[in-house]
């Protein structure tokens, strides 16, 4: 809900963080994918309506993509970002229910707002710029 609010109201949004958060296919590539087959719902369609959103509808706010390859809900392929320009992807180690007890995570997220309300509160002349992150140091 981040991401679309920030896609669609970038004036309110500063930054999103999303953490094990599926930007590709929507439910199919979670392990509710076979819940929602069983209810009839189509997460094909679903799948082709994010794809279509996300290539048609830019989010240009700055992203911090935090993702796990032993998330275990979320197929970490699915919360790699291809079509924001502004991103940046995060590897941690942590499970899905994880992610909101990681010391990990939590210092990722400290370090990034940090960084992200530093590099904000400095006066910038002329249009608004994109902001990079820095990578986070191993």
């Given at each position: 809900m981040a991401r679309e609010l920030a896609r669609e109201r970038p004036d309110l949004v500063r930054l999103v963080i999303?953490?094990?958060?599926?930007?590709?296919?929507g439910p199919k590539y979670t392990v509710a994918a076979e819940s929602y087959r069983k209810r009839g719902i189509d997460i094909e369609a679903i799948a082709a309506e994010v794809e279509q959103r996300n290539s048609i509808a830019n989010l240009e706010v700055p992203?911090?993509?935090?993702?796990?390859?032993?998330?275990?809900?979320?197929?970490?392929?699915?919360?790699?970002?291809?079509?924001?320009?502004?991103?940046?992807?995060?590897?941690?180690?942590?499970?899905?229910?994880g992610f909101g007890f990681s010391a990990e995570v939590y210092k990722v997220i400290a370090m990034r707002l940090t960084q992200f309300e530093s590099q904000a509160a400095q006066p910038t002349k002329g249009p608004r710029r994109r902001r990079r992150l820095a990578k986070l140091p191993r």
């Open positions: 999303t953490l094990g958060t599926p930007v590709v296919g992203v911090v993509a935090i993702y796990s390859q032993k998330d275990g809900l979320v197929a970490w392929e699915a919360c790699i970002d291809r079509h924001t320009p502004n991103i940046e992807h995060v590897e941690v180690k942590s499970t899905h229910l």
